[in-house]
């Protein structure tokens, strides 16, 4: 298997021609950037590429204008990944992003698979055809043989059951708690929706 050649195997004439181009590249990275510590930086991500794919340079050929074709293409490749970030130095993005504890969630959700074990399996099996596999009443009725009025009462009186045995009292119920709600409304300055 032939792979492509080593920096190691390009001559010493040709690595010296390489560091012989860093002034002119560090003036054509501040004319592209701006700044100095942003180019320098791109001289050494440039010298890096060139430095890996050294081996592949054929000696006797412009150094100078391959040097500078990679340090474009660093460039610009870096210009459009910054392009799809959003600056935020001051920190209100990342601000506005919220975490909910999972704690909470996690016990939520297993006192639901508790209080769901404990629904008769008519109930259950109505619950979740509709509710959590998304079938529509008629589809449900169908695939349990049953009409279509049994399987509304079978859905609604689990749903009823479910929401004594969780007592809960409120949709907003699920989700963050109290505190943390409060909490977030605080810092936002708005309101709860």
């Not at 399987?151 to 949709?171: F, G, M």
Request: charged share 25%; proline share 4%; aromatic share 6%.
């Amino acid at each position: 298997m032939t792979g492509k050649p080593k920096p190691e195997a390009a001559s010493a004439t040709v690595r010296e021609e390489l560091l012989a181009q860093i002034p002119s590249l560090r003036a054509f990275a501040m004319s592209l950037c701006g700044q100095m510590d942003k180019a320098d930086d791109l001289v050494q991500e440039s010298l890096v590429k060139a430095w890996s794919n050294l081996g592949s340079f054929t000696e006797g050929t412009n150094m100078r204008a391959w040097m500078f074709t990679i340090l474009r293409n660093v460039y610009y490749s870096e210009h459009r990944k910054r392009r799809r970030e959003v600056q935020d130095a001051d920190g209100v993005f990342s601000s506005r992003l919220v975490v909910h504890p999972s704690q909470g969630g996690h016990m939520d959700l297993q006192d639901f698979r508790e209080a769901l074990s404990k629904l008769p399996p008519d109930q259950r099996e109505a619950l979740i055809l509709v509710g959590a596999s998304g079938f529509s009443y008629e589809e449900a009725a169908e695939i349990c043989e049953v009409a279509v009025g049994t399987i509304k009462s079978r859905v609604n009186r689990a749903r009823s059951a479910l929401t004594r045995t969780l007592s809960v009292q409120r949709s907003s119920e699920f989700g963050p708690d109290a505190d943390l709600q409060a909490a977030m409304i605080a810092t936002s300055g708005g309101s709860s929706n």
